[in-house]
Structures are given as C-alpha cells and as structure tokens.
C-alpha cells in the first residue's frame, strides 16, 4: 500500500532530528519568570494581578481579552514584580507580568497525581462540561500557531465536524517535543484524544505521524486497539510519508483523509475536520481530568553545535537563556537564535525571550547554517511552483509584491499562502521569495479587512 | 441618371437620419463638465505625487472646484506648487486663499550607528517593511530607522537620501515638496510633515522612542529618555511627554531653543540657526595654552 501523503507540492529538507531518543527532563525554574500577555492568536489577555501580589502555580494572572483570547496561568508561585513591557517573539516589547519566583506552591484545585484516569471515571462531563473547561484553562494550539481550542470545537452553525485528526506529524527539521511527548504520555494523550472527540460530538478520530517515526506508530497503534477497540470511538494512526509542510492544517486534512479545504476564509471544519497537536490533546487531558491549566510544556532545545541538546518539560515564562545554559550555552561564533524550528521558526535578537505557550523549539543555527546565500536573478526554473503546498506561483507573487501591485496579488490569491517556506529553500538562485510574499499578504489581507470594514 | 439619384436620396435620407439621432442624444445625453476644472489642473504641478490626498493631480482640480462652489477651499493644498499655485488657483476661483505655511519632511530619529549600536544581523529582503515585520531590526531600539531606505524609494522629487555614515536619511529642503509619501512608505512613522519655519529653522524632538528612559538609553545614546525637563522648561507649553517621549506641537513653538540646552541625551535638535557665536574666554585659554 502506498503511504499517504498531501497531494501537491512539499518538500523534505534534512531532518537533523538531534534529539529524537533523548528523554525529557524536568527544566529548573527560572529565577523570574515572563509572561507576554498576547501569546495567543487573538486579543492580548488583560491582567488580573498587580504589583506586590501573591501567586501559587497556577493561579489566573491574566484573563481573556476577548472572545478569540485565553487567560494566563502563573508557572510559578511568588510574587508579582512588576507588570512592564518585555521583549517577546515578536522581536518588540509587549506588556508582560514578571514574577519573582518563591517556592513552588500549586494551586490545591490541581490533581498533581501521575494516575491514569479515563474519561468514563468522569460522568460529570458532558461535551459542553470539556469545552467550558478547555477555555477556562487557556488551553491554544500547541502546535506553534496558538489558536485558542475551545473555538475550533465549537465549529460555526455552516460547518458541521465528522472527525478530530491529531497532528503528530512533527514535520520541521530538528523538533521532537511532540515525539518524546507521543512516547512518555501515549495514554494521556489518547484520554486527550477522546476527550476532544466527546467535546466536538464526533466519534472518529485519526492520528497521522510521519513514518520516521516508526516506535510512535507502533506504540500509538497498540494503544489506540487497547483503549478504542471496545468503545463507541473509532481511532486511526495514519502513518504519513515524510514531506514538508504536512503538519500544516490543510495540508493535514489532505494527506489524511483526502479532502482539500478551500481557499481562506474556509478552515478545515468546513470540510468536516478538526486539527489538534497532540501537544494539544495532552493539555486537554491535564486540563479536563486534572485541572491544571496550561502553564508547562514539552520545548526541545538543539543545534548542531550546542553541546547537550535536549528535550526539556519546561514552566511558560522561563528564558531561552536558561535552557541554552542547560544545553551547554550559546556555542562560540555567529548563531542564529530560533523560536520553532528552521523552517517557520521566527528568528530572536534576545536570549531573554521567555518561553510561551507556542514555543515548542527553541533552534540554534550556526556558522554557514545561519547565512543566506547571495540571491541571484530568477532562471524562471519554477521550481518554487512545483513545491508549493498551496499550489500558488511564489516567484509570481514575490514580483507581484516587490512592484507593489496589490490588485493582481490578490487575484493571484496570496492570501493563500501559508508562509511555510519551501519556495524559498528550494530556490536555486536564493531569492528571498518568503520575504516579498509575506510583505505583499499582509497588505492584501489589510486591504480586504478594511474593504470589509467599509462595508 | 436615375441610378444617381436613387443613391443620392437613400444617403442623404441616413445622414438626414443620423444626423438627427447623433443631436437628440447630444442634447440629452449631455455631461456637463465644468470648464474650470481644466483650467485649474492646467495650473497644477502635473506630478500626480498624491500629496494632497487625492489620487493625481485631476482629483485634486475636481475638489478644488466643487470646494470653490461650496464656498471654501480650505483644507485642500498643493504641497508641491505651494503658495504660488495656490494663489494663482484661488484667484482663477475667485475664492480667498486658503493653504497652510509650508512644511518639510523631517526624520525624528538620531540612532546613527556611532550613537545606536547593532546587536544582530539581519540577512532577509532589504526594504524597511520587511524587517519591520521581522523584528526590531539590528539594533535594539524597535522605534527607530531601520536604514533600508524605503523612503528614499518613495521619493518622486529625488528629495531624500540615505547618508553612509549615520546610517540615516536625509532630506533636502530644496528638493523636500512635503507630498508625504516618505512619511507613508517609513513602516515605523519616524517621518514627519514640520513646518518649514521662518528662514527654515525649526526645533524638533529627534526620536521616537516610547520606551521607558532606560531601556531606551541601553538601545541608543541619543534617544529621548522622556524626562520632562523640555516639558518644564518650554515656556510656550509646545512641549508634552507622552508614551516616554516628547514631542514639540511646531503650532507653538517660538522657536527660543531653551529646550535644547537642557536636554540630557541631546536629542532635540535645531535646523538653520546662525552658529552660535564662539566664546571669548575659551578662546583666550586656547591661546594661553598655546
């Protein structure tokens, strides 16, 4: 049987998957923590504590600004410091709560037990009993995008969800957070699964991991029989061929389950699906079994030449700088410093960065990894059309934005793009195509917003 | 014989005809345009730089006289043609003139590389936007110029320049028509339309940074700390601090310059003054030590 895959375009860049077998270990705490308040797609959350005040692990120290919003949870106990402004991934200074770290007192609501516990120990849980406890406790996209979960369970009345499919695909170079994750929490994240099912009134599921991760499939496929094999719930593992972007949404839904999701405004839950990390699903169960709101999360920390690259359970609001101490330090020379991994990883100019609830890599390029080559005229190989995901003509849209001609762009339907970058690491004349489309999309998506808005 | 009249009437008869189809429908069909608006984009500079908010130059002739019908035309000015097409427009209009003083385009940001130093190196697409989206750019003030020279690329009049050594544009007052365009291309707002002032001179604020007084002074040496001792000492109240950074209203200003003198990080700055005369005494103990 051939192995599934997304239909056009892709790419498959050198895995350089340091980490894949090192076990996670518990990172220390951060002397003072930081709390960006915008660390969601959404209204930035607005604080609920001041200065001088009190905390415990997981208390509520921002709550939701909005409807697309989720609250903040203390990582830490201590005391409120200060709230200021700090730099966060954006690379600019954006209102954060800094504590000073005291202790580590949790919250007495929070179960801190390992025990297993499935959904049916829990009557009380009714679909809208899950998703009003997601949103309570901030649960977002783990996955790097941070869309806050309880929205894409509540699909708008057009749509109607048939199935929840786990994004274990893990397809950028150098991650493996949700790896180690997928291999000490399996059935944590199965509960999660359900949950998420139960939550979205569906009852099948799939999960699709990329075949270079063969223990995963294996392992992932015997629980998945174990827990769902008696149940209401029918549960597929898809192994996926290896190719980039496949942990993209749509590309997900296309690989899987052999639907195409129409251009924006459409989301994968038009065509029936709902995309979730296994990050994600993993916090759901901690969330709805447990009670622990999101605070921590699984970061893998790597590079080529950092000396001990690893895989790190960190509490949000700890500083990259801590972990890259952990990992040996910032090695000699030139680096490139990441949030994410190479490929949609945004580039930082501070160690100071906090971790956040998106931060799944923190990637440290170096020496002629961190250069871009000298860009040369384009040969019109269209290369660059042949690896696009989206099934766009990147070197088009790139010239479409570099002379500014917005109306063409937008027929051209860059609003499409999802800025994954395989264009611009294919290219052989190292154009910075991204670049020019990323410039052209935001000024077509702020032309259509204020079309919108006229009207 | 007979041939040649058949012709003649049949053609007469449609030109007859189209001729009458061709004058009903010029009649009623008929748009009328006024004749000044022809004339007043005649006397218009033709630049089509979009200065004055409209799209090009006939936008502009078009407001100007549906502005003269109502009864002003105040609001609406050439930056470019400047008073003199003004005037000659107004008086075309028979309207009173109505145009500002004239402005200039000035970059409030002094961050050169000696005073703002880099702490990271940037290799994406080399337009100011780019890297604006990106980040803080190379150094660490996220307010100040990004050196890309997205402005000098929006300048029709060839009237902005960036300068090698400071890493900053710079305009010419002679070439400067205060269209705007520079102010809208610069993705960080640093570019702002002053008044000219009297002789050219003008005071200004040359930064805009809002942060707080130390991060900005960790960022930049030359950044404006905003603390307030321009604020308390301008006696015209032109000065306020807001957002950590102050800002000179060019409405009030009387140009008396005491708030130079006070400033600690030297970041307001004066354009077109006489040089200030040398001091007797410091002269003498040059020549003493000689």
Known sequence: MKIKTFSIGGIHPEENKLTHEVPTQVAPLPKQAIFPLSQHIGAPATPVVQKGDKVKVGTMIADAGGFVSAPIFSSVSGTVAKIDTAIDATGYRKPAIMIDVEGDEWEETIDRSDKLEQVKDHPELTPEEIVKRIKAAGVVGMGGACFPTFIKLTPPPTAKAECVIINAVECEPYITADYRLMMEHADEILVGLELLMKGAKVTKGYIGIETNKPKAIELLTTKCAEVFGQSEYSVEVVPLAQRYPQGGEKQLVDAVINRQVPAPPAIPVNVGAIVQNVGTAFAVYQAVIKRKPLFERYTTVTGKRLQNPGNYLVRMGTPMQDLIDLCGGMPEGDNKLLAGGPMMGKALTSTEVPICKGTNSVTILSGDDARRKEPQPCIRCAKCVGVCPMGLEPYLLAKLSEFKNWERAEKEDIVSCIECGSCQFTCPAHRPLLDNIRQGKQTVMGIIRSRAAKK | ?290
């Open chain 2, 1 to 290: 014989m007979n041939f040649i009249l058949i012709a003649v009437i049949v053609l007469g008869s449609i030109g007859l005809i189209a001729a009458i189809v061709l004058f009903v429908c010029s009649k009623k069909f008929a748009v009328f345009e006024d004749p000044r608006i022809a004339q007043v984009n005649e006397l218009l500079p033709g630049a089509n730089c979009g200065g004055c908010g409209f799209a090009g130059c006939g936008g502009m002739a078009d407001a100007l006289v549906k502005g003269a019908d109502k009864g002003s035309i105040e609001g609406l000015n050439c930056p470019v043609g400047g008073a003199d097409v003004m005037g000659k427009v107004a008086d075309l209009l028979g309207m009173a003139i109505a145009n500002g003083e004239p402005k200039v385009a000035v970059v409030r940001c002094n961050g050169s590389c000696a005073l703002r130093p880099k702490i990271a190196e940037y290799a994406g697409l080399r337009t100011c936007a780019a890297m604006n989206s990106c980040g803080a750019g190379e150094t660490a003030c996220g307010f100040g110029c990004l050196g890309c020279g997205d402005c000098v690329a929006a300048c029709q009049f060839d009237a902005i320049h960036m300068n090698p050594e400071t890493g900053l544009p710079e305009v010419d007052e002679e070439k400067c028509t205060a269209c705007g365009a520079c102010t809208k291309a610069c993705p960080r707002g640093i570019i702002e339309l002053r008044k000219k002032g009297p002789k050219g001179r003008r005071v200004f604020v040359s930064c805009v940074n809002k942060d707080k007084g130390a991060v900005a002074m960790k960022a930049c040496k030359a950044a404006c700390i905003g603390c307030g001792k321009c604020e308390k000492t301008c006696p015209f109240g032109a000065i306020t601090v807001g957002n950590n950074v102050a800002y000179i209203d060019f409405n009030k200003c009387r140009l008396c310059r005491k708030c130079v003198d006070v400033c600690p990080k030297k970041a307001i700055h004066t354009v077109n003054f006489p040089a200030p005369k040398p001091v007797e005494p410091a002269k003498e103990e040059k020549e003493a030590q000689a």
